[in-house]
């Protein structure tokens, strides 16, 4: 069994500038204890006066100094951005990162008010991982299934999704059929999810090395880190991109 959690950045409304982008973490069953113990390590270490369960490592909430963070200088939340980031891109971390980004100001002007942002990640994504499935089932002798495990927003978005995503696991995504991938995500409180967090963090570093307007130094910072996970992007013949990052449109 593989479990992919599932997180985004960036609003899905197409009002907004910034890109969105919908990212995946794939964990063979075996290996979710060690990650998980890893992760929580990483905050015992950063808060040792904290119960580890206590501590929700979400991007948005280090970069604007919220809740546990809002004591912290920026050095320190950068340590922890860095030892998150060095642990994901460590070679004896076993995952794998499937990502979307929306580029929503390459969206033709005429096709932007009925063009559904979450539902377009949720295609490119969902196609994606089912490759990813179909390739480490290929000389499997027992086949392996993934089940995904998604960050909530509320009863109500969750819901919507749900009722997209049950749609392409019926009928498939434009390109393929769905096969490894059993029923509708499961949504859950990503501050109880150890590898939700880490979805998260991917979710926000690829926003931020895709951004445009932002300075110099910040883009530097993100490139970096960026640089550090790609390695866990799922590639074919070594090129990551259409495969484990998907950019729509392309061009």
């Known amino acids: 069994m593989y479990l992919i959690y599932i997180d985004s950045s960036g609003t899905p409304l197409m009002k907004e500038d910034e890109n969105y ?28 006066n904290i119960e580890p369960s206590k501590i929700e490592i979400h991007a948005k909430d280090m970069v604007n100094k919220v809740n546990y963070f809002k004591d912290l200088t920026f ?17 004896k971390t076993n995952l794998t990162i499937i990502s979307v980004i929306i580029k929503k100001d390459k969206i033709y002007p005429h096709k932007k008010k009925q063009f559904d942002i979450e539902e377009w990640g949720h295609r490119l994504i969902i196609e994606r991982i089912e490759k ?15 089940l995904m495990i998604e960050d909530t927003v509320s009863p109500k978005n969750d819901e919507m999704i749900r009722n997209k995503v049950h749609i392409i696991m019926a009928d498939g995504t434009m390109y393929s059929k769905i096969d490894y991938l059993i029923e509708d995500p499961l949504f859950t409180d990503s501050k109880w999810r150890n590898l939700s967090q880490l979805a998260d963090c991917v979710a926000y570093c690829i926003r931020r090395k895709f951004k445009s307007n932002q300075s110099l130094a910040k883009k530097m910072i993100w ?24 950019i729509f449109p392309d061009r």
Do not use: C
């Not at 794939?26 to 015992?44: G, L």
């Not at 490139?223 to 990052?245: A, E, M």
């Open 75 to 91: 050095d320190r939340i950068f340590n922890i951005f860095t030892d998150i980031y060095r642990f994901i891109g460590d070679e």
């Open 223 to 246: 490139d970096d880190y960026f640089k550090i996970i790609s390695t866990k992007f799922y590639s074919k013949n070594g090129n990551y991109l259409g495969y484990g990052l998907k």
């Open 21 to 48: 982008v919908l990212s995946a973490i794939i964990v063979n069953e075996n290996h979710w204890t060690y990650i998980d113990n890893m992760v929580t390590d990483i905050k015992i270490k950063h808060f040792p």
């Open 132 to 146: 990813y499935l179909e390739k480490v089932n290929k000389n499997n002798k027992t086949d392996q299934y993934g």
